[in-house]
T-cell receptor, first 116, second 113 residues
Framework: KAGVTQTPRYLIKTRGQQVTLSCSPISGHRSVSWYQQTPGQGLQFLFEYFSETQRNKGNFPGRFSGRQFSNSRSEMNVSTLELGDSALYLC???????????????FGPGTRLLVL | AQKVTQAQTEISVVEKEDVTLDCVYETRDTTYYLFWYKQPPSGELVFLIRRNSFDEQNEISGRYSWNFQKSTSSFNFTITASQVVDSAVYFCAHRRGAQKLVFGQGTRLTINP
């Protein structure tokens, strides 16, 4: 079974631009979560989607948004990029709520975003 | 609020030594889940183990073993006979119910040949 895939793997943008990152979950998984990893703040939760609905949201400004499609694929968007948005963005998938053991999150390889 | 503390920032050992990574968590929940993930230089977080709060049975899987002690809120991870390929950053994480994962700051483990 294929793992979680994320595209693109690397991205360079300039301040003020916007960016869209994509995540395809493991086949059969309906929940997708996004995390930001920086050297200073570590791994921080952005949001989680299940069945096209945002189920949980972390403490990030409104410039960070996401969505999930009917095939469970998810995108996250960051508008008006700032230098501090440079990070590794990780996507994780799980089967979804109420599925016990399957709530374990499996991560993709991440997208490294550099904002200049 | 949940909190996960990995007091060891970096550990360096010589190959074949045993090494234990410490994890202490804080929670008010009675039902929760604990995880260990490994992050090699490629960046992907690799799932290692999950433990439920109601399952204190410790486990050994090959060279890896885990010690979950609810009384001390600890969930430690031991690698026996370490190998260079074990070099990575290891994260301990906590999850309450269907909520988000809360990660510790990670422990960078270096295994020297």
């Amino acid at each position: 079974k294929a793992g979680v895939t994320q595209t693109p793997r690397y991205l360079i943008k300039t301040r003020g631009q916007q960016v869209t990152l994509s995540c395809s979950p493991i086949s059969g998984h309906r929940s997708v979560s996004w995390y930001q990893q920086t050297p200073g703040q570590g791994l921080q939760f952005l949001f989680e989607y299940f069945s096209e609905t945002q189920r949980n949201k972390g403490n990030f400004p409104g410039r960070f948004s996401g969505r999930q499609f009917s095939n469970s694929r998810s995108e996250m968007n960051v508008s008006t990029l700032e230098l501090g948005d440079s990070a590794l963005y990780l996507c994780a998938s799980s089967t979804g709520p109420g599925t016990g053991r399957s709530e374990t999150q499996y991560f993709g390889p991440g997208t490294r975003l550099l904002v200049l | 609020a949940q909190k996960v503390t990995q007091a060891q920032t970096e550990i360096s050992v010589v190959e074949k030594e045993d090494v234990t990574l410490d994890c202490v968590y804080e929670t008010r929940d009675t039902t929760y889940y604990l995880f260990w993930y490994k992050q090699p230089p490629s960046g992907e977080l690799v799932f290692l183990i999950r433990r439920n709060s109601f399952d204190e049975q410790n486990e050994i899987s090959g060279r890896y073993s885990w010690n979950f002690q609810k009384s001390t809120s600890s969930f430690n991870f031991t690698i026996t006979a370490s190998q260079v390929v074990d070099s990575a950053v290891y994260f301990c994480a906590h999850r309450r119910g269907a909520q988000k994962l809360v990660f510790g700051q990670g422990t960078r483990l270096t295994i020297n040949p």
